[in-house]
């Protein structure tokens, strides 16, 4: 069993706490119960292989008291390491020959210390007298190692450091123990401890072994050694995985933000310096690529930055897994960040199963994943399930800081997606575990989608329909209506009058001017305007004739009249231009014909121009 726990930002203070150590067991006695139990012997490892994660590997044999037998064992962690711890696992056995297994680990809220923590292991039953009992703790910590000196330059070698206890910090005395610190190569520039009992061999450097060790003993542990490897640390990792059954696709998205924790860069960079760096002096601490472990099978693969696609990256597969090598735009010294996003698709057979049983899905996919040996701060990871889906249980694989569940829409939903977001920070390779989410998804609903697109493509149809179909013009009172339209007539008609009477001036000017041969040229354009004005009276003739048809009739007696005053009058123009285009040629009859023919034409054109008039005063006495 384990327990992964918050951590925040280490500040050394062993050699304050060392001052103050007898200060501090003499608050701690009476806040544990240190006589339960007492620890025979402690092998403790601090494994530094990692340059951005310390894991600490200690194995304790723990013996019972006769007087005070307890389930209840207790593992206590000072202040400043406390901040820092990402994971505790416990597991425990009777002996060293027995098979070891996994036991509770919960904090201890009832244990109240401002200078420690305490988490409680649950053992298997009470150990009583000179029972003894097994334990191996694994703690996993990150923001521990620290780089000295803290600036470098570009072609300088990167050193680290390292602060801690030499003791196993516990609320129980110790007849033995030790500490191993594994470095991940020899190159030691400094170790020490308070009490001068320390050793080393290769890479392994031991402090101790110390005898007879009080509760809550401190002392300083300080090693130095070169590690040229960077520091990484994920400041916010942001997953999307969205579940498909149409497509049997999971989509994952993930956004990345990488801060290089190492010594920072002192001055400036240096172009040509590190392009030669590969063979003059590959130890620097700069991050040319990330590899990104993937799952197998995946497809259509892409990687971004801010500024777009980064087309320096490579992708291939092997046989459990497929990797995407990214090349940033620019190498990460110390000091440095960069962001960018990735994406791609890949079966959902490969974490999505059916139970036969219950009808139910299970979804389970790793927590965090992708890049090794690092330091995550921040995880924020959205799971949407298929529009339709209902919840049925969220196992997350370890307290999470928060789990939030909501719905979302996409393209096309209707009913929205349920979503579950979890959130939690100070994670490492250990949190790489899945989480499970059981849904319910009848196979109906497969079918929403497209009876969606159907009811929305006939609803738009049917919508087109009925628009096409309808008269949404503005109606008001009919005789208001019927009132326009006399006024309109009435405006066509003093308009026609107008330009009759301005047609039979220019037919009198040029005959006193003897140019009646240019009649037809000036006079075309007023004709013209004459019939225009038809066209309206033809328009209301056509709209009125349903709901008004004596209206219809009386405008369109009316349009007859003015229609035959124009043809009477061209007439009548006409003879008497071309007796003026005859000249002498005509004979006396001629003249006296046309002559009396003009005359018969103008009186007609009166009694016209009378039965118009008596028309709109008809339509008149009809509207009002």
């Not at 219950?358 to 330091?375: A, I, K, W």
């Amino acid at each position: 069993m384990s327990i992964l726990a918050k951590g925040r930002l280490f500040s050394s203070g062993y050699g304050i706490l060392g001052l103050l150590c007898v200060l501090i067991n003499c608050v701690f006695v009476g806040a544990v119960a240190q006589d339960s139990f007492t620890i025979d012997n402690i092998d403790r490892t601090l494994d530094l292989s990692a340059p951005s994660i310390v894991r600490e590997y200690t194995s304790l044999v723990i013996k019972g008291n006769r007087d005070k037998p307890s389930t209840d064992f207790l593992l206590a962690f000072p202040a400043e390491v406390n901040q820092k711890i990402s994971a505790v696992f416990v597991e425990g056995k009777p002996s060293d020959n027995a098979p070891a297994k996994f036991l509770p680990v919960t904090a201890d809220g009832s244990q109240e210390n401002k200078e420690a923590t305490f988490f409680n292991v649950e053992l298997p039953q009470a150990l009583r007298g000179d029972e003894t009992y097994h334990l191996r703790v694994r703690t996993v910590y990150t923001h521990w190692i620290r780089p000295y000196p803290k600036e470098i330059a570009q072609n300088d070698h990167q050193k680290l450091e390292l602060r801690g206890n030499a003791y196993f910090f516990s609320p129980y005395k110790t007849k033995t123990q030790k500490t191993t610190v594994r470095l991940p190569n020899t190159d030691v520039i400094n170790f020490s401890s308070a009490s001068g009992k320390v050793s080393r061999s290769g890479n392994l450097i031991q402090f101790g072994p110390y005898g007879s060790v009080g509760s809550f003993a401190e002392e300083e542990l300080y090693v130095h050694y070169a590690d040229e490897r960077p520091i990484v640390v994920v400041k916010k990792l942001e997953r999307k995985l969205e579940i498909s059954h149409w497509g049997g696709n999971l989509a994952v998205e993930e956004n990345y933000e990488v801060h290089h924790e190492g010594a920072k860069l002192k001055g400036h960079f240096s172009r040509v310096d590190y392009s030669f760096s590969p063979w003059l002096n590959p130890k620097t601490n700069a991050v040319r690529d990330i590899s990104i472990s993937l799952p197998p099978n995946v497809k259509n693969v892409y990687y971004r930055d801010t500024i777009g696609n980064v087309s320096t990256s490579d992708f291939f597969e092997e046989s459990n897994r497929s990797v995407l090598r990214i090349r940033p735009r620019y190498p990460l010294y110390g000091g440095w960040r960069y962001t960018w996003h990735h994406g791609y698709d890949v079966p959902i057979g490969l974490f999505l199963h059916k139970n036969v049983q219950t009808g139910q899905y299970e979804f389970m996919n790793p927590f965090v994943g992708g890049l090794s040996n690092v330091t995550i701060d921040s995880v924020k990871v959205t799971v949407v399930l298929p529009e339709g889906a209902s919840v049925k249980q969220i196992v997350p694989p370890f307290a999470m800081d928060s789990i939030d569940e909501f719905t979302t829409f996409s393209y096309l939903d209707t009913t929205g997606r349920p979503t579950i977001v979890f959130e939690k920070h100070n994670l490492a390779d250990e949190h790489a575990v899945p989480i499970k989410i059981t849904y319910s998804y009848p196979s109906y609903r497969l079918l929403q989608k497209p009876l969606t697109m159907v009811a929305a493509l006939l609803s738009l149809f049917l919508c087109a329909s009925f628009w096409t179909r309808s008269d949404f013009s503005i109606r008001g009172d009919p005789t208001l209506r019927m009132r326009n339209h006399h006024v309109t007539v009435e405006q066509v008609i003093a308009a026609e009058t107008k330009l009759i009477k301005k047609l039979k001036n220019t037919f009198d000017d040029l005959k006193s001017q003897t140019r009646l041969s240019e009649y037809g040229p000036l006079t075309a354009e007023l004709e013209s305007r004459v019939v225009s004005g038809w066209t309206e009276l033809m328009n209301i003739i056509n709209e009125t004739k349903a709901t008004s048809p004596s209206f219809a009739e009386t405008v369109h007696v009316v349009h007859d009249y003015m229609k035959e005053r124009l043809s009477k009058l061209r007439t009548m123009h006409n003879q008497v231009v071309q007796i003026h285009k005859a000249g002498k040629d005509v004979d006396s009859n001629k003249r006296k014909e046309v002559t009396n023919l003009v005359a018969r034409l103008e009186n007609e054109v009166k009694v016209l121009e009378e039965k118009i008039h008596e028309g709109v005063e008809a339509l008149k006495r009809k509207i009002y």
